[in-house]
């Protein structure tokens, strides 16, 4: 089995958060499809963290098992961007330990809130931002 990593970004703004939801799309949900589909085998992805509805991630760490030798890393990177949606990116893709796990091994973790105090927000910025005018 390969223990592969992944650094991710997206706009969770049409998510229900990171984890699968009953109710809602969530971006993990999103993730392992794809990645189901190009390893030929289901895959459970495990994240360094969760977030909730709404919020965005820069560097979300995630990694899961696989079976599949026949990909490189290339080849993973590309095929699992090409069935995500666009709100959603894998940055990179490596190989790491078997014993590495994205939770577990977190070293740290950085939020940023972004607040606009003024008059009007930017349509271009409204997603991302919290408007405290």
């Known amino acids: 089995m390969r223990n592969v990593k992944l650094l991710i970004q ?9 984890q699968k939801q009953k109710n809602g799309l969530g971006v993990q949900e999103v993730i392992e499809a794809a ?3 190009i390893c030929n085998h289901k895959v459970r992805v495990i994240s ?7 919020v965005h991630a820069r560097g979300q760490v995630a990694n899961f098992l696989t079976s599949n ?6 080849e993973m990177k590309r095929g699992v961007n090409s069935l ?16 590495f796990h994205a939770r577990f091994d ?6 940023r809130y ?13 997603r991302y931002v919290w408007h405290f005018p």
């Open 10 to 18: 997206y706009d969770g703004t049409n998510f229900a958060g990171w």
């Open 35 to 37: 990645l189901s589909k």
């Open 48 to 54: 360094a963290g969760r977030t909730d509805a709404g």
């Open 69 to 74: 030798r026949k990909l490189s890393l290339l």
């Open 84 to 99: 995500l949606p666009p709100e959603i990116r894998v940055t990179s893709v490596s190989e790491v330990s078997k014993d």
């Open 106 to 111: 977190a070293r740290f973790k950085i939020y």
């Open 114 to 126: 972004f607040i606009y105090s003024g008059g009007v927000v930017s349509p271009f910025r409204s």
